[in-house]
């Protein structure tokens, strides 16, 4: 069984900083891409970006600039660092992996439970 949880939601003021956390573990045997989605209220949910394990990372152009993903492969954990946040950041941001089981050959995505990010103006 897997499990991803996040922290480090909050509600911060426009122009402030937050760094979200997301930790997997289970029975993992490798762990490929990790990121971070974020949605809205009757809004679909929007790839933020997301990080290779190599390190090769890409985002949404909403955030270039500003967010940084980085990870820990020791420790299966992926960082979604905010800077310059903006009230339209404000969302729900649920962390993702896509990753293979000691028991399993195929490589599946799994989901954080979301954590509230709140910008206000």
């Known amino acids: 069984q897997v499990q991803l949880v996040e922290s480090g939601g909050g509600l911060v003021q426009a122009g402030g900083s937050l760094r979200l956390s997301c930790a997997a573990s289970?029975?993992?045997?490798?762990?490929?891409?990790m990121g971070w989605y974020r949605q809205t209220p009757g809004k679909q949910r929007e790839l933020v970006g997301r990080i290779t394990r190599g390190g090769i990372t890409n985002y949404v152009d909403s955030v270039k600039g500003r967010f940084t993903i980085s990870r820990d492969n020791a420790k299966n954990t992926v960082y979604l660092q905010m800077d310059s946040l903006k009230p339209e950041d404000t969302a729900v941001y649920y962390c993702?992996?896509?990753?293979?089981?000691?028991?399993?050959?195929?490589?599946?995505?799994?989901w954080g439970q979301g954590t509230q990010v709140t910008v206000s103006s």
């Open positions: 289970g029975n993992i045997f490798s762990i490929n891409t």
């Open positions: 993702y992996a896509v990753l293979t089981l000691y028991s399993e050959s195929i490589y599946t995505t799994y």
